[in-house]
């Protein structure tokens, strides 16, 4: 069956940069896009952008360019979201979600990294 | 502030019918289809209603969905105890070339 395994939880100070991994498995990895989505405490879900799995071409959705990086390694069927300069309110779970066919269509999500940035 | 607008709860009896409004523009629901999330605290969103109306495999058919102009609606005829949780209308939006969730609501029953 379809599983996207991300990796665990962070807690980074401000300032700094990390790197969460979402490893696919049960289905071609890339057949489907990769979407990732925040979620921040006690709001509601914000849509980060995507990455073609095909060509590696990744799309930052609005407000989420620059510190934002979606990567791939297609050998070992993962998918990496790496954020710079951390600031407080990028404290939220952060969730990759295969694109199911058409825009918003995210059909299997992992199951979530939380990222605290704290001092 | 999100460009879809939801009501920030509703609630019901298993008795009743529940809608979930999800009111956007022509950029957005006026051009591109619209799906519908469920998600429990702690654990990820799940997929309920893709491509305005249709249920993936696994989705009590107490749930559906539908479109009219620049809005959406989700139906829960019935609800159950455990439908208790938050829902998220989602969809593409040409002018902010993105996608753009709803800002939630929390179904209590």
Do not use: H
């Not at chain 1, 990567?71 to 407080?88: E, H, P, W």
């Amino acid at each position: 069956q379809v599983q996207l395994v991300q990796s665990g939880s962070e807690l980074k100070k401000p300032g700094a940069s990390v790197k969460i991994s979402c490893k696919a498995s049960g289905y071609s990895f890339i057949t489907y896009t990769m979407n990732w989505v925040r979620q921040a405490p006690g709001q509601g879900l914000e849509w980060l952008g995507w990455i073609n799995t095909k060509t590696g071409k990744p799309t930052n959705g609005r407000g989420f360019t620059g510190r934002f990086v979606f990567s791939l390694d297609t050998s070992a069927n993962t998918a990496y979201l790496q954020i710079s300069g951390l600031r407080a309110d990028d404290t939220a779970v952060y969730f990759c979600a295969r694109g199911g066919g058409a825009w918003a269509n995210f059909d299997n999500w992992g199951q979530g990294t939380l990222v605290t940035v704290s001092s | 502030q999100s460009v879809l607008t939801q009501p920030p709860s509703v609630s019901g009896t298993p008795g009743q019918r529940v809608t979930v409004s999800c009111s956007g523009s022509q950029s957005n629901i006026g051009s591109n289809s619209v799906n519908w999330y469920q998600k429990f605290p702690g654990t990820a969103p799940k997929l309920l209603i893709y491509s305005n109306n249709k249920r993936p495999s696994g989705v009590p058919d107490r749930f559906s969905g539908s479109t009219s102009g620049t809005s959406a609606s989700l139906d829960i005829s019935g609800p159950q105890s455990e439908d208790e949780a938050d829902y998220y209308c989602a969809t593409w939006d040409d002018s902010l070339n993105g996608v753009i969730f709803g800002g939630g609501t929390k179904l209590t029953v």
